[in-house]
């Protein structure tokens, strides 16, 4: 059995102390809780540059063996400024007992939600908006609308299909809200449906073996509650805190547990969450 410990925070900035308060949560987190060490850390709403306090935090013990990309990716890809992601991993431990690694040939990339460049959201408005004026405007919120990232890591042999998502909010593109559901957290629904319904989710999940994991982690901007109605992620479990979320799919058979929250308000209002993964 595979094992994976992922943390995930929207820290809303890297001012100081952030920094501090990230290594003193990892610190907390793997010491005397019969936890793996955390392997792969991802952050939301990070600096696009590399300055600010989680950047220099990085640099030093509890990250010193970890691998940090040195090119951000912004959270809106049409957006010239902004907030970005920050994903770094731990590649390696053979005392440990596992290994963590990022394909030479894979980069991480944004999950396009732009109808113009994937065919499986195109269809998917198409089919479920008649109406063209409509159907222009969701396909331009679409194309704007913060989209999640991925990366192809392989742990102990298997696959680890990982995303990352600062999922974006209902009250700037409520003119793409043709559902009407409704959610206990801010997120728009539409978002969802569309990473979904993309042919970039559908290729990794319609191929998925026994022995691989999709892992979806960040500030989704909805609710345990929310994220449990049947159109969501269909047969996922895993760790929720207010609107960050760990959750998992494994077709073979996987585990979310060993859940943690590390406060960290007032400096920012989304608590240091982390898991394990088991598959």
């Known amino acids: 059995m595979a094992e994976l410990r992922v943390l ?27 936890a793996p060490p955390l392997q792969l850390l991802a952050i939301q709403e990070a600096r696009t540059t590399n300055v600010g306090t989680i950047h ?8 010193t063996d970890f691998v940090h990309p040195e090119e951000m990716i912004r959270e809106r890809p049409q957006a010239p400024q902004g907030r970005a992601y920050r994903v770094s991993w731990r590649e390696q431990d053979p005392n440990l007992g596992y290994n963590l690694a990022q394909p030479f040939n894979t980069q991480i990339q944004w999950v396009p ?15 479920q908006i008649p109406h063209f004026a409509q159907r ?13 990232i991925y990366q192809h890591f392989t742990c ?35 978002a969802f449906l569309f990473f979904q319904h993309s042919d970039f989710y559908q290729n990794i999940r319609n191929q998925l073996r026994s ?36 959750i998992a799919y494994s077709p073979g058979g996987f585990m979310v547990d060993q859940g943690v ?19």
Not at 56 to 63: I, M, R, T, V
Not at 136 to 147: D, G, L, N, P, Y
Not at 222 to 239: C, E, K, L, V
């Open 113 to 127: 939600l732009d109808p113009v460049i994937d065919n499986g959201v195109n269809n998917y408005i198409n089919a």
């Open 211 to 246: 022995n691989s994991v999709i892992v979806i982690v960040g500030d989704l901007n909805m609710t345990r509650t929310d994220i449990q109605w049947a159109a969501f992620f269909p047969n996922f479990a895993g760790f929720s805190n207010n609107l960050s979320h760990i």
């Open 8 to 34: 995930s925070w929207n820290s809303t900035g890297e001012a100081w102390p952030r920094g501090t308060v990230l290594a003193q949560a990892v610190n907390h987190l793997q010491v005397g809780n019969g």
């Open 136 to 148: 222009a405007t969701v396909k331009m919120i679409a194309a704007s609308i913060r989209w999640p």
């Open 156 to 190: 102990a042999g298997c696959d680890v299909h990982f995303f990352t998502w600062h999922a974006p909010l209902l009250g700037p593109w409520i003119s793409a809200h043709f559902t009407g559901a409704h959610l206990q957290g801010p997120a728009l629904p539409e």
């Open 56 to 63: 220099a935090a990085l640099a030093n013990a509890p990250f």
């Open 261 to 279: 929250s590390y406060p960290t308000q007032p400096l920012s209002p989304h608590d240091i969450i982390s898991a394990r993964i088991s598959w």
